[in-house]
């Protein structure tokens, strides 16, 4: 069975919302964060962006050892699911989340101000939306809008476009935030 993919914005909800997938499918989830760190695949450390830097060859194949059992879906969640090979996956899922409330998750989490603003321009320019589409096309890309959904409601959402054959749709805050004319909020000088 193929991979359900699950990513998106760091604040949109991967994590938990995967392991809640997981669990109602009782299926194994795999962070690819997690699988990046066990396996070797962080090659340094970016101090002024506060994150790790991966090393995508080594991922993929930590990846493609996981994916190679096609005899078990699984479920993956993470910032990269566009390295995870297009022909294991089953539906990819992208996680989407109003910019001002991205700012305010972020915010809480103790993000730094350049941090926070990188992550929720990112969301505005739907930088994990356009990769994932990139790698995986249109017809398996679904995005859900987690906002004002909790996690269980979004997991749901997920259970119920594996059942069904529900078109994709896309999510564009920048055409929202244009609307209300509130663009330049959100992005960078």
Known sequence: MPAIVIGGTPGTGKTKIAKIVGSRLTVE?????????????ISAQDKARDTGIINEDCLVDAILDIVDDKSKRIVIEGHYIDLVPSGSVEIAVVLRTHPETLRERLKERGYSKAKVDE???????????????????????????????????????????????????????????????????????
Do not use: H
């Open 29 to 41: 989830t795999i962070s690819l964060g997690e699988l990046a760190e066990k396996e070797g695949c």
């Open 119 to 189: 992550n929720v321009e990112a969301e505005v320019l739907g930088v994990c939306q356009l990769d994932a589409l990139d790698a995986f096309g249109e017809e398996k890309v679904y995005e859900i809008d987690t906002t004002d959904l909790t996690t269980t409601e979004a997991a749901l959402m997920i259970e119920q476009l594996l059942k069904t054959d529900t078109p994709p749709n896309r999510i564009d805050w920048m055409e929202t935030l244009e609307a209300e004319g509130r663009l330049d909020e959100f992005l960078s000088e």
